[in-house]
């Protein structure tokens, strides 16, 4: 028996973490199957036994792992003949920096609302509190304004959309862990927020098209807005 | 008989391009002899029979390769048997995206004018004028106020620094194409600048000592500057 436990919104169906696509594509990946449970911020007890206090956490029979990184390490330490999620390619250690310090730093900016809003009742107050003791100003106003920003996010994407014009996928001629990373970010908007962040003609949006097609279309079903 | 073709300053043992770094290295990685030949921006006949007005240019037997990454392609390609530079990693092209859209972007600005004051003086001229056409400024308006740009600079590393934390190489335990392309930038500096970029506490700083060790000290030993 397998588990995922996963950020939920007040729909339980809305999964909408950026390291929980991570994995949810990585377990597809590898043609494993897992209960997908939803969790919310504030069910910090129902995770107690992972030892911390944050999704992703899998639980794979006896062995309980968290943190995205950890849990694909393991997933390719455990299952070597699934495909590979190609992690010996050092390369994607600085994939998941810059889509953590760079993309996802801005993206959050453009979702802290939607965030905010799609939550369950009881992780609002959390939510806003922690979020607002961060940036120093409420959530309005760290999204204000976001319409004036989206050129100077598109400017920030041009490695990503340069890559994405020479090859298929970040990891090549096919996906790996570090396509599940960028494409995570990329989710996470998907599934909260009807902010239109990519253009049709751009490299990005047909790797992205190609991304939520994957796995059965495991990403692109998932609850969320079509942009 | 092999021989690469090089930017070089007035002083011609000063090689500075930092896309001819990437192939100097490379062919000591794969251990690979080369003739390094001084050029000139400004001496496009020396390298008219490549078809195109840039370095590096290797021939390599009766071979004419131009574009760095076009050669390391071809490096790997024709020795196979050599140390690989892993370009099968799908990432690399990320890391070169990077590198030239983010990181020399940013250093370009730092040092404009310490390229065109270590340039040949037939070169001087022509730099300064296609620059400054680029910039639509004069090469000291780009470079003015380098000191309060650093701060930014730095930030914009977090990416690599945070990489470097966790693991020795770009492209993990040993070196590959990626740290090549990213050193070329950081070498670039230091062959035509006395400006310093890093600070000793910095895993960045660290890499680079690593890096002007490899291959017997080649970066370490070319002439440049200790910052």
Same mark, same amino acid.
């Given at each position: 028996? #397998? ?5 939920? !919104?007040? @729909? ?19 043609? &494993?199957?897992? @209960? ?8 910090k007890?129902?995770i107690k036994?992972s030892g911390q206090e944050r999704v ?24 070597? @003949?699934?495909?590979?999620?190609? &992690?010996?390619?050092? /390369? ?24 905010? +809003?799609?939550?369950?009742?009881? +992780?609002?107050?959390?939510? #806003? /509190? ?9 959530? /309005?106003?760290?999204?204000? !304004? ?14 990503? #959309?340069?890559? &994405? ?13 570090? +396509? ?8 996470? =908007?998907?599934?909260?927020? @009807?902010?239109? &962040? ?7 949006? /047909? ?5 939520? !097609?994957?796995?059965?279309?495991? =990403? !692109? ?7």
């Open positions: 028996m #397998r588990k995922l436990y996963e950020l939920a !919104g007040a @729909d339980e169906n809305r999964r909408f973490s950026p390291y929980c696509w991570r994995i949810r594509m990585s377990l597809a990946h590898k043609g &494993l199957e897992a @209960d997908c449970m939803p969790w919310r911020f504030t069910e007890e129902a036994f992703p956490v899998l639980v794979d029979g006896t062995n309980t792992i968290s943190d995205s990184w950890k849990i694909a390490k393991y997933l390719e330490a455990e299952y070597p @003949d699934s495909p590979s999620l190609k &992690l010996e390619n050092g /390369e994607v250690l600085f994939i998941k920096f810059w889509t953590e310090t760079v993309l996802n730093s801005e993206l959050v900016k453009f979702l802290l609302m939607d965030i905010h +809003d799609s939550l369950a009742a009881k +992780d609002k107050a959390y939510f #806003r /509190e922690s979020r607002e003791k961060n940036y120093g100003k409420t959530l /309005e106003e760290v999204v204000e !304004g976001r319409e004036e920003r989206l050129p100077s996010f598109q400017k920030m994407l041009t490695p990503l #959309r340069l890559t &994405l014009k020479k090859q298929q996928f970040v990891a090549g001629e096919s996906p790996g862990f570090s +396509d599940y990373i960028v494409f995570g970010a990329f989710q996470w =908007a998907r599934c909260i927020s @009807d902010f239109s &962040l990519l253009q049709a003609a751009d490299s990005i949006y /047909e790797w992205r098209e190609n991304m939520l !097609g994957l796995h059965n279309g495991l =990403a !692109g079903n998932a609850v969320g807005y079509s942009v």
